[in-house]
């Protein structure tokens, strides 16, 4: 099993940038590929992007293309999301998990999960 646990959320205004990071301990974190996602109030948990065990592709809805940017430093095992030109509707519980296999949008094919963070954006 792997432990996550996301960073770096909090409040910045419409058009601002965050970057947040999920830390991981216990199994090699390398073996797995990656997803994040989000939940708003009131919605389901919703694929936000992944990247694969060696970096090799990152995947995105379509929502955060061109804005979001996922990367890995396996020796530090831990994934980043960088977010720029944020929206208010990025405002979500942001969370990091680990992929049973292939990367897919649905969160039942993830197993290890952060607590997540929170991300808010201002208008």
């Known amino acids: 099993q792997v432990q996550l646990v996301e960073s770096g959320g909090g409040l910045v205004q419409a058009g601002g940038s965050l970057r947040l990071s999920c830390a991981a301990s216990?199994?090699?974190?390398?073996?797995?590929?990656v997803g994040w996602f989000r939940q708003a109030p009131g919605k389901g948990r919703e694929f936000v992007g992944g990247i694969t065990w060696r970096s090799v592709s990152t995947y995105y809805t379509d929502s955060v293309k061109g804005r979001f940017t996922i990367s890995r430093d396996n020796a530090k095992n831990t994934v980043y999301l960088q977010m720029n030109s944020l929206k208010p509707e990025d405002t979500a519980v942001y969370y990091c998990a680990t992929a049973k296999g292939p990367i897919t949008t649905m969160p039942q094919n993830f197993d290890s999960w952060g607590p997540g963070t929170q991300v808010t954006v201002s208008s």
């Open positions: 216990g199994r090699t974190f390398s073996n797995y590929a």
